[in-house]
């Protein structure tokens, strides 16, 4: 029994930041990955980053450079600090523990 809350989530003009927060609970192995998927309207839901318990990152290849991952073991939380935002990132994010584990999601809106 797991269960992940995103918050963070809002409206925000291109060029401006926003951090999302996740905060988990429950029965959760330290060792998974953790990380956040995103799903625009019209799109498929793809992978945006992810971290392991050693502190390894990956991004896809649209934000690198400006978003960074970062996890808190101890807390049970991970976090996406997302900088130079574009209209391009609008979409609901979704937190994301290994295997298959989900948030209910927070929609980032970026405007032009």
């Known amino acids: 029994q797991v269960q992940l809350v995103e918050s963070g989530g809002g409206l925000v003009q291109a060029g401006g930041s926003l951090r999302l927060s996740c905060a988990a609970s429950?029965?959760?192995?330290?060792?998974?990955?953790i990380g956040w998927y995103r799903q625009a309207p019209g799109s498929q839901r793809e992978l945006v980053a992810a971290?392991?318990?050693?502190?390894?990152?990956s991004y896809v290849d649209s934000v690198k450079g400006r978003f960074i991952i970062s996890r808190d073991n101890a807390k049970k939380m991970v976090y996406l600090q997302m900088n130079s935002l574009k209209p391009e990132d609008t979409a609901v994010y979704y937190c994301?523990?290994?295997?298959?584990?989900w948030g209910q999601g927070t929609q980032v809106t970026v405007s032009s």
């Open positions: 971290i392991s318990r050693g502190g390894s990152t």
């Open positions: 994301w523990l290994s295997p298959d584990y």
């Open positions: 429950g029965r959760i192995f330290s060792g998974n990955a």
